[in-house]
């Protein structure tokens, strides 16, 4: 049964009420639900909110217009808390186009003060609070209505401790004087969640790393035909045309359409209906001039030295991040440490023709001494205790 008072907001004058009544509250928490299998884009269900001493849910499906909530969210003068809120960012950017405002994410906060990165809500709330959160409705389908009392429990229990939480962490970061790395942490992720929603993202599409131009060009038009039927019909991409078929359409670069039917999987009952479109885009892509190509992802020369290098040095960082109480997978991965190498040993850039990440604000504080003086042969390394929390220390060199 449902162990909280809660709001159920099922209409849209109830919903603008609601949103007026906690417009003046200093913090929102809220969390969604939604359903992301069937559709283009994932489908929203249900939002649980926190504000003004007040606990809600909306029900995203029977109100035909919730643009009032997210431009709340997106209005200044409070501080917005989620939790891994990458979806809950993608839904306001495309309902208003706008960020939800002074975001404050506690799966980033808790990385950067050491705790666990990426961290599970059920994580935090356990390590930080000593509760233990039920996982009976994690594949619930929150299309469905009437939504059943455990269903609610579940979905509130997602919302009721995010302030609690954000409190215990703003008070680490505070003492670790790191709340300025926060901010520019959240304003950099939410810049890269938005560059990823709305730019052409046809080079994800996996296996082209290696591709000449005139295949490139073939993905790009059949990557971009792709998402314009899937946005027609309201369904996944890739259950339209999966990513190895486009290489492999890309790879023979024919507009036949027997050719194309005689590929593997390109006989599936439906595919038919795509023929005709899918020659077509790869016949307009095989016919643009040289120059129309798109060119393939610059790639920093292959050294074996470097590689070594990569994976010492990210065993180093992770020490170094530990031992300054900041989650090293929230610093970088393997490939950052490659490419900070690369970048201090020969001041290459990367594709981009920006410094690598590790080079660049609070994460160059982090590691940037300690690796410059490794490699410079200034410090050494050495095991402590190899059954140790921190098995490894830093010592400086004799000259």
């Known amino acids: 049964m449902v162990s909280v008072q809660y709001e159920h907001i099922t209409t849209q004058r109830d919903l603008e009420r609601f949103c007026e009544a906690i417009s003046e509250a ?51 003068g409070h501080e917005t808390i989620v939790h891994a809120g990458r979806q809950e960012l993608c839904f306001c950017l495309h309902a208003v186009g706008k960020r939800l405002d002074h975001l404050f994410d506690t799966q980033i906060a808790a990385g950067m003060i050491g705790m666990e990165y990426p961290a599970a809500y059920s994580t935090l709330v356990s390590k930080l609070l000593g509760k233990t959160l039920g996982k009976g409705e994690t594949r619930t389908d929150w299309r469905r209505r009437p939504l059943s009392d455990r269903q609610v429990d579940y979905a509130l229990r997602d919302v009721v401790y995010l302030a609690q939480i954000r409190d215990m962490l703003v008070e680490r970061l505070e003492a670790l004087e790191r709340s300025q790395w926060l901010e520019t942490e959240i304003d950099r992720w939410q810049s890269a969640v938005e560059a990823a929603e709305f730019s052409e993202r046809w080079r994800n599409v996996s296996g082209t790393s290696r591709l000449p131009p005139r295949a490139l060009a073939i993905v790009r038009a059949l990557w971009r035909w792709r998402e314009a039927e899937a946005k027609r019909q309201n369904r996944p991409p890739k259950r339209l045309l999966r990513d190895d ?15 194309i039917q005689s590929i593997r999987g390109m006989h599936r009952r439906g595919k038919e209906h795509y023929l005709g479109p899918i020659a077509e885009c790869i016949a307009e892509a095989v016919a643009l001039p040289d120059g129309q190509h798109p060119r ?37 991965t393997v490939q950052d440490m490659r490419d900070f190498v690369a970048y201090r040993l020969n001041q290459e850039k990367n594709s981009d023709g920006d410094p690598p990440a590790l080079a660049c604000g609070w994460r160059s504080e982090v590691v940037g001494r300690t690796i410059d003086e490794l490699l410079a042969g200034k ?21």
């Open 26 to 76: 200093s913090t929102i928490a809220f969390d969604t639900e939604f359903v992301s299998e069937d559709s283009y884009r994932p489908h929203f269900c249900l939002a649980q909110v926190a504000a003004a001493g007040r606990l809600a849910i909306i029900d995203a499906i029977t109100i035909k217009d919730v643009t009032p909530f997210w431009e709340l969210l997106a209005a200044p």
């Open 296 to 332: 393939p992802p610059r790639r920093a020369k292959s050294r074996p030295q470097l590689n070594l290098l990569g994976q010492f040095l990210t065993t180093a960082l992770g020490s170094v991040c530990r031992a300054r109480q900041i989650a090293p997978s929230l610093v970088g």
């Open 245 to 259: 078929l486009i290489v492999e359409l890309s790879k023979r670069g024919s507009s036949d359409v027997k050719q």
């Open 379 to 399: 410090l050494a390394v050495r095991v402590t205790d190899a059954l140790g929390e921190q098995p490894l220390t830093f010592e400086p060199t004799k000259d």
